[in-house]
């Protein structure tokens, strides 16, 4: 199973980007979905996670300011970053939990993406 982020950049603050990321593989089923970002010399943390049947949690650092959407048909999940400020610059990345058809059936999967560079500042 494979993740692929896209959508970083660079940003003033104050503005908006969207990050996408899409799974491939020979999935059955994607549970629980999460962006996670990790700062120069700091640990990585979550920001936001989805479950399969949508529910969304979020760091209160980003409540109000970004939103994790998911697009079970195609595989994709989403953050829409507004009002973004300085302290929101980490690479940020994928991760996914679920069940993919290996060689000898079923098996659990736990997979991160390359990690997409986000950087705000003026």
């Known amino acids: 199973v494979q993740l692929v982020e896209s959508g970083g950049g660079l940003v003033q603050p104050g503005g908006s980007l969207r990050l996408s990321c899409a799974v491939s593989?020979?999935?059955?089923?994607?549970?629980?979905m999460g962006w996670y970002r990790q700062a120069p010399g700091k640990q990585r943390e979550l920001v936001a996670a989805i479950t399969s049947d949508g529910n969304t949690n979020y760091v209160d650092s980003v409540k109000g300011r970004f939103t994790m959407s998911r697009d079970n048909v195609k595989t994709m999940v989403y953050l829409q970053m507004n009002s973004l400020k300085p302290e929101d610059t980490a690479v940020y990345y994928c991760?996914?939990?679920?069940?993919?058809?290996?060689?000898?059936?079923?098996?659990?999967?736990?997979?991160w993406g390359q990690g997409t560079q986000v950087t705000v500042s003026s």
């Open positions: 991760n996914a939990r679920g069940v993919y058809r290996g060689t000898y059936g079923l098996e659990n999967f736990a997979s």
């Open positions: 593989g020979n999935i059955f089923k994607i549970d629980n």
